[in-house]
């Protein structure tokens, strides 16, 4: 999934968690910080929420039975993939993926798992830290090598 595809997929799901939530579009464009007019030019797909608002709307709503079901649990995590991607953080521990993961391999000690619905990938070390987050295999696999310091 890209940035783009993300956006996109929030854009065509702002009516549906304003309807789980019981807003009407004037308390949800405050809730969001956008005018009433501009919410009603993204539920009717004119405009975009854009990464920002994407964002803002997942951490506002991060309780969302909507957004956990269309993005496989907590969206913080995807968001998380997408905003670093390539990039390596310190990121803090997991519950361990018991949920919405699926295990993929282990490399040395650490275990690569597959969000079952965001379809992305993230490295855990033994004590369930993530070490990275992508949406490349390859990228996560060489990530972890380079970790073990082999080619």
Request: hydrophobic content about 40%; charged content about 25%; proline content about 3%.
């Amino acid at each position: 999934m890209t940035r783009e595809a993300f956006v996109s997929e929030l854009d065509r799901q702002v009516k549906l968690v304003r309807t789980e939530y019981g807003f009407n579009q004037e308390v949800m464009a405050r809730v969001l910080g956008i005018s009433k007019k501009t919410l009603v030019e993204i539920e009717k797909g004119r405009s975009s929420l854009g990464w920002t608002g994407a964002v803002a709307l997942c951490a506002i709503f991060a309780e969302s039975q909507v957004l956990s079901g269309l993005l496989g649990g907590e969206a913080g995590e995807l968001v998380r993939a997408l905003a670093f991607q390539n990039l390596r953080p310190a990121y803090p521990r997991t519950l361990g993926g018991k949920v919405w993961w699926r295990f993929v391999e282990s490399v040395g000690p650490y275990v690569i798992q597959q969000n079952i619905l965001s379809q992305h990938y993230r490295a855990l070390d033994p004590e369930d830290g993530r070490v990275c987050s992508s949406f490349d295999l390859e990228e996560i696999r060489r990530q972890l090598r380079e970790l073990e310091g082999t080619p």
